[in-house]
């Protein structure tokens, strides 16, 4: 199945989840991940704000700049470039590129050799870590950077869009782990 059909099959599976059951999927990835972040202080993490039905990391946001972590959110920097850049609130996110929240224009871009693990959301991933996004290629191009190898990359959804395999190109990245409300598990590939 090519990657179009399958981007398409997977919006449907994930906006068939009911309001009470993706609320109740999302304070458990939120809590799964809070647990594995909570004494990693010393880099930076790297979330993403929700939009079009991804798991809304929020609460795993405010709860880690409460116990200050330094968090990054990504911002579009041209037609094929982003870059993390670092918040101390949520209310530093604007309407960005896509229409995507985003740090503004004076938030401190981050270095990626300074982020210990970033969360990535995707429309589905494979047990293998393969990645099924939405078709930019961001997240690939910016992980594919010699400054981001130490980058742990963890792939953010429902397990109803957890694939037995994904179609794999060769500029896609693969995660190193996959965080849903069952909990973070390593990548088998």
């Not at 990504?74 to 037609?79: F, I, K, L, S």
Request: proline content about 7%; some cysteine; hydrophobic content about 40%.
């Amino acid at each position: 199945m090519d990657k179009q059909a399958l981007r398409q099959q997977y919006r449907v599976k994930r906006a068939a989840i009911l309001p009470d059951a993706r609320r109740r999927q999302e304070e458990a990835i939120c809590a799964h991940a809070q647990a594995s972040f909570h004494l990693d202080t010393n880099g930076f993490i790297g979330l993403y704000a929700a939009v079009h039905g991804e798991v809304d990391l929020a609460p795993l946001a405010e709860a880690l700049l409460r116990e200050g972590a330094k968090v990054a959110f990504p911002r579009v920097e041209g037609p094929a470039r982003m870059e993390f850049c670092a918040v101390q609130s949520l209310a530093d996110l604007y309407a960005g590129a896509y229409g995507i929240p985003t740090p503004g224009p004076r938030a401190p871009v981050v270095r990626p050799d300074e982020l210990v693990a970033v969360l990535v959301p995707g429309l589905a991933f494979a047990e293998d870590g393969t990645r099924l996004g939405y078709g930019g290629g961001f997240y690939d191009r910016y992980f594919k950077r010699p400054e981001a190898a130490s980058i742990r990359r963890i792939g953010v959804c429902f397990v109803e869009q957890l694939a037995e395999a994904l179609p794999r190109h060769p500029h896609d990245v693969r995660m190193h782990q996959l965080l849903t409300e069952r909990g973070l598990a390593p990548c088998s590939g």
